[in-house]
């Protein structure tokens, strides 16, 4: 017996050194990995980071800047605190936006992508560990276009010390100066690009992972140097960047066509919804976003001051009434010109409250891949279009507008009316182009061509009426504002770069004379003229930032007290 239990001991030990190596392996859930791969961590940052940027939908963790911006750059007016300028640390979009950008926390409302920077930090680290380098330049560049826009936005942020508690233990980031930040992401650029042209590299490529370019290298290089000749031309006016911006547009390599901007790319699925959050707007049980009424009105050819006379045929693209010209409104309307059914900015008047979910104009199929206007006053549902239209972060026209006003300002050579000309005939190809991805069943007409060239030339006269460049510029800016209608992060840095576009005003006497703004006297048909005068107020002046969320206010002992937005702007703004 004492023989043959050495001879099981001996066994034991064998058998028991045999599986060794992957005994603790029963301890690992196959189905729940310690560590994310790189393929989901670049698919969860690309769709938050868009998440982040463009509009809400609640179903997403109620987030978006956008929602936020398009009323401060006055293309969309709500009853919500946005109006008047009112938007505080405790603005829901502004607080998800933030959450959604740094947390890496657990969303409250349901399946969601949330956490971008930490998933991008995640990302950067994995790859560099990994060798692999286009994982690594892909985030790079994901990380330099995020911090860049929450610079714009917020001035001072988290930067040096975000998202470092896995690494370095803090908990806490101390918020870093704007000015501080935009070099470091100029660098990281830099970085990136090296990292996409390096080929030695371990290289898993990413493919269908990739929901911007689907891996494609050339593409985001082409990014990479977009993004750099933006962020420079964001700071021309308080830092000389002629060498570097001309070095950049006499090198070539930009964004050149349509189909090579950087943008997300939604689809028309409801479940999982992977439509444009902005086509919430037509199955939302209330509608909230109101189009305009300055917006359609320089559209429409309407403003005294900047392109009177002259319409945009993007009208029918850019809005879709429900209500037909000579039908019944639901309620009593306060704004109205035929169908087109809206409400005052700063508004006071008795009609700005009242349900009109059945008959306001909403978002067209350009940007949110809703429905084409072809007058047939339907009330929408999500059957009504796909939400397939992307969100343009970077577009070619951006490009092409931006060249333009540094060629009025002098920085770069060239002719600055052709520029201009160029990226007017581009906005009205990549309203085709969004058409094209968001039309389905829609019949919808080419808009590039006849209209668009007539209202080309008609711009280009107004243009060359200006005899100043502060005139030329805001003719550009202007073009470029009409032509971005959808994202706004760029539109609000370059009213408070510029100045323009000119804004409504309820305070300036030539926009609002006595406190009261005049819709158009013949605009509702199913009442006698004139149409009644709207009581409009402002309380505040234009915010040259946002307020920090609440949510980091309330737990990061070392973020600063509150700002006042109003006389607190970006670094770039002299």
């Not at 729940?32 to 690309?46: D, H, I, R």
């Not at 892909?138 to 942020?157: C, E, H, M, R, T």
């Amino acid at each position: 017996m004492k023989k043959l239990s050495y001879i099981l001991l001996i066994l034991f030990v064998v058998v028991a050194a045999g599986c060794t190596k992957h005994f603790l392996d029963i301890n690992n859930d196959p189905n729940n990995p310690q560590q994310a791969s790189l393929k989901l961590l670049l698919t969860g940052a690309e769709h938050g980071l868009a998440y982040d940027m463009g509009f809400t939908n609640d179903a997403r963790g109620a987030r978006g800047l956008t929602e936020v911006l398009s009323v401060y750059v006055h293309q969309v007016v709500v009853r919500e605190s946005q109006d008047q300028y009112g938007a505080t640390g405790s603005q829901f979009d502004i607080n998800g936006a933030w959450t959604g950008f740094y947390s890496s926390a657990v969303a409250a409302n349901g399946p969601d992508y949330i956490g971008t920077m930490e998933n991008v930090e995640v990302l950067i680290r994995q790859a560099t560990a990994g060798n692999n380098t286009i994982y690594a330049g892909i985030g790079k560049l994901l990380k330099a276009y995020g911090y860049s826009q929450y610079v714009d936005a917020f001035a001072d942020v988290p930067f040096s010390q975000a998202n470092q508690f896995a690494t370095n233990g803090v908990r806490y980031p101390v918020f870093d100066k704007g000015a501080t930040i935009y070099p470091k992401l100029l660098a990281l650029i830099d970085e990136a690009i090296g990292n996409l042209q390096n080929t030695s590299g371990n290289d898993l490529i990413p493919s269908t992972d990739d929901v911007f370019y689907s891996g494609d290298v050339a593409a985001w290089i082409r990014m990479a140097k977009s993004l750099k000749l933006k962020l420079y031309n964001q700071i021309r006016l308080v830092q000389d960047v002629s060498g570097p911006v001309n070095q950049l547009v006499s090198a070539g390599g930009l964004i050149g066509s349509t189909d090579q901007g950087f943008m997300m790319r939604y689809g028309s699925l409801a479940s999982p919804d992977d439509r444009n959050p902005g086509f919430s707007e037509y199955y939302a049980t209330q509608k909230s976003h109101y189009m305009s009424p300055w917006f359609y009105e320089i559209m429409k050819g309407y403003n005294t001051r900047l392109f009177t006379g002259i319409r945009d045929p993007r009208i029918p693209y850019y809005f879709y009434n429900q209500n037909g010209p000579l039908g019944p409104s639901q309620q009593l309307t306060e704004y109205r010109d035929s169908a087109f059914i809206s409400i005052y900015f700063g508004s006071t008047g008795t009609n700005r409250n009242g349900s009109q979910d059945n008959s306001m104009t909403v978002f067209g199929i350009y940007p949110v891949g809703g429905r084409y206007d072809i007058g047939d006053s339907t009330t929408v549902t999500a059957s009504s279009g796909t939400g397939a239209a992307p969100l343009r972060l970077i577009s070619y026209a951006d490009i092409l507008f931006i060249e333009a006003e540094l060629m009025n300002a002098g920085i770069i050579a060239g002719d600055a009316r052709q520029k201009l000309s160029d990226a007017i005939d581009e906005s009205f190809r990549q309203v085709d182009f969004v058409v094209g991805l968001a039309k389905g069943n829609q019949s919808v007409p080419a808009i590039f061509g006849g209209p668009s060239t007539d209202y080309r030339n008609k711009i280009l006269v107004a243009y060359d009426a200006q005899t100043t460049p502060a005139g030329r510029l805001e003719v550009i800016i202007t073009q470029k504002w009409i032509q971005a209608f959808g994202f706004s992060g760029d539109l609000y840095s370059d009213y408070r770069r510029t100045g323009f576009p000119i804004l409504f005003n309820p305070n300036d006497p030539t926009m609002a004379p006595g406190g009261f703004v005049q819709p158009p006297i013949f605009g509702n048909p199913t009442l006698p003229p004139p149409q009644a005068k709207v009581p409009v107020a402002l309380g505040r002046k234009y915010p040259l930032s946002l307020p920090w969320p609440v949510v980091e206010m309330q737990v990061n002992p070392n973020a600063p007290p509150q700002k006042q937005p109003d006389i607190t702007p970006p670094f770039w703004r002299p």
